[in-house]
């Protein structure tokens, strides 16, 4: 059920593990005190994906997530996270090993030239393995569509918010190691919305589809589309006329990231 409301709503990218810069990120904007415990009330706060690889503490940052979680609820807040292929990765090395179809390498090689981290899928348990499984893969908040990869197979994967989520849930439920194979490829592509030809029509398309008047994603640092250093990125990249916003800050490439809060529309919803 949705109700009106005008709670804040902060956004926060792709975080690949760098638990010292997301525990910076969250002090300096007042969601978290001197003890990592949430301090935002009712505040919203909203994770893109991509909590693992590439940087040196994932399995801490999803305790922090998973706590936070908890903890916001307890607050009359929320902390929410889309899933990453990031996650989706490491589940399908842990749960797939050395196994391969065929199509390419096998998914534990395959997580690991993504810059799996052997710490990461060591230090899984089943609470972070359930967890995971369970993130929805878009949402619909406060008018903003927000889906981790700025990427075109979520169009594949349903015309609703509702059946994409469903067609990530069953395929993360069973083990098809060729649909989770094709799936990662599918999940691996990015800039769907970038071309200077179509890019705006298809971004439209997404929203008319899937509701929103904005796309909110991660995925694909803003430093590499702009080709600027990533010290440099302090905010979204907003592009595609107006309706796209991305918020990876580029962590694992050395940036600091930031956490953006949403201007939430009059009359907007949220869920409860």
């Known amino acids: 059920m949705q109700t009106p409301s005008s709670r804040p709503i902060f956004i926060i990218g792709d975080v690949h593990g760098h638990l010292k810069k997301l525990v910076k990120l969250l002090q300096d904007a007042q969601l978290i005190d001197a003890e990592h415990s949430w301090k935002a009330g009712t505040a919203t706060l909203w994770f893109m994906g991509d909590f693992v690889d590439r940087g040196p503490d994932g399995i801490a940052v999803l305790d922090l997530v998973m706590r936070l979680q908890t903890e916001a609820a307890a607050a009359g807040g929320s902390v929410a996270s889309l899933l990453?292929?990031?996650?989706?990765?490491?589940?399908?090395?842990?749960?797939?090993?050395?196994?391969?179809?065929?199509?390419?390498?096998?998914?534990?090689?395959?997580?690991?030239?993504?810059?799996?981290?052997?710490?990461?899928?060591?230090?899984?348990?089943?609470?972070?393995?359930?967890?995971?499984?369970?993130?929805?893969?878009?949402?619909?908040?406060?008018?903003?569509?927000?889906?981790?990869?700025?990427?075109?197979?979520?169009?594949?994967?349903g015309r609703t918010i509702d059946e994409v989520n469903a067609a990530?849930?069953?395929?993360?439920?069973?083990?098809?190691?060729?649909?989770?194979?094709?799936?990662?490829?599918?999940?691996?592509?990015?800039?769907?919305?970038?071309?200077?030809?179509?890019?705006e029509?298809?971004?439209?398309?997404?929203?008319s589809v899937f509701g929103g008047r904005q796309?909110?994603?991660?995925?694909?640092?803003?430093?590499?589309?702009?080709?600027?250093?990533?010290?440099?990125?302090?905010?979204?990249?907003?592009?595609?006329?107006?309706?796209?916003?991305?918020?990876?800050?580029?962590?694992?490439?050395?940036?600091?990231?930031?956490?953006?809060?949403l201007h939430a529309p009059v009359g907007s919803t949220v869920p409860t």
Not at 180 to 193: I, S, T, V
Not at 201 to 207: N, V, Y
């Open 84 to 157: 990453g292929n990031h996650e989706m990765l490491l589940l399908a090395a842990y749960r797939f090993g050395r196994r391969s179809t065929g199509l390419g390498s096998n998914f534990l090689t395959r997580w690991k030239q993504n810059g799996g981290n052997r710490k990461d899928i060591a230090g899984l348990t089943l609470r972070h393995l359930d967890w995971m499984a369970h993130l929805p893969a878009m949402a619909l908040v406060d008018d903003y569509l927000f889906m981790h990869a700025d990427a075109p197979f979520y169009i594949k994967c």
């Open 168 to 199: 990530f849930n069953k395929l993360l439920s069973r083990s098809d190691a060729l649909a989770w194979e094709e799936m990662l490829e599918d999940f691996a592509r990015r800039g769907a919305f970038i071309n200077t030809t179509n890019g």
């Open 215 to 261: 796309l909110v994603h991660g995925h694909n640092p803003i430093s590499s589309m702009l080709s600027c250093p990533p010290g440099k990125v302090d905010s979204p990249w907003i592009y595609a006329g107006g309706q796209c916003v991305n918020v990876d800050g580029g962590m694992f490439l050395g940036g600091s990231g930031f956490v953006h809060q």
């Open 201 to 207: 029509e298809f971004a439209r398309r997404f929203l």
